[in-house]
């Protein structure tokens, strides 16, 4: 086993790619976890306190919508060396896959929240003031009415969301997040291999392919079950 991961692949060992595989399979996984759960929070809050919402509330629809827009439309490249310091003060270091996960994290949950908001408000109203008219509380009408109508958009939006984050991944790499990212910049372009730098772009274009397609196999197999 030991020989096979020294094998070189364009003069880097199989270990190492390995090593950097897994590690943007770390990132990705963590940052959409946590990027979900905020997210998701994030959305309903928008979804719930707009105009005409459940529980409109104009103070919490400005404040949230405002702070994603501003997070939006900050470069993640720009947003990984400003927020240094918060990544510093959370984890410890600003060096390695996890310290990467706070500057994914932040640019990811209100991308998400956008995403799943666009999604929840597919819903026909009809169907809420159904539920409404039946007596039914907020929470059951997200649990029971909004979130299971919309779910295979939902899933859309997430795979959408990964792909994204899958990309900002990379450019975490520049700051030694690790993963393919770093992959392609110390083995690939400061090394002049060429090759390396190509297989790099094949295996993104890979698990992009493989994202999307997991994503609207599920989507549609929720459609189909509604």
Excluded: H
Excluded at 40 to 50: F, H, K
Aim: hydrophobic content about 50%.
């Amino acid at each position: 086993m030991e020989e096979l991961l020294k094998t070189k692949i364009f003069k880097v060992s199989l270990e190492r790619l390995l090593l950097n595989g897994s590690q943007t399979v770390y990132m990705v996984g963590w940052a959409l976890v946590i990027g979900t759960v905020i997210g998701s929070v994030m959305a309903l809050g928008l979804v719930l306190c707009r105009k005409g919402g459940l529980a409109e509330n104009k103070v919490v629809f400005t404040v949230l919508s405002f702070y994603i827009n501003v997070v939006r439309s900050i470069p993640f490249v720009i947003l990984l060396v400003t927020i240094m310091p918060v990544t510093r003060a959370i984890v410890g270091t600003t060096i390695g896959s996890t310290a990467a996960l706070v500057p994914l994290v932040v640019y990811i949950s209100p991308y998400l929240a956008r995403l799943i908001e666009n999604s929840l408000l597919e819903i026909n109203s009809g169907i809420l003031e159904a539920a409404q008219a039946m007596g039914a509380s907020t929470w059951q009408i997200i649990r029971y009415f909004l979130v299971p109508e919309t779910l295979g958009s939902i899933v859309l939006a997430l795979t959408t969301g990964t792909i994204g984050l899958l990309g900002a991944s990379a450019m975490a790499g520049y700051v030694g997040g690790g993963g393919v990212g770093d992959l392609a910049l110390t083995y690939g372009y400061e090394k002049m291999n060429t090759p390396l730098m190509i297989l790099t772009v094949v295996i993104l274009v890979i698990m992009v392919q493989a994202l999307q397609f997991l994503g609207n196999t599920i989507s549609g197999k929720l459609r189909e079950y509604r």
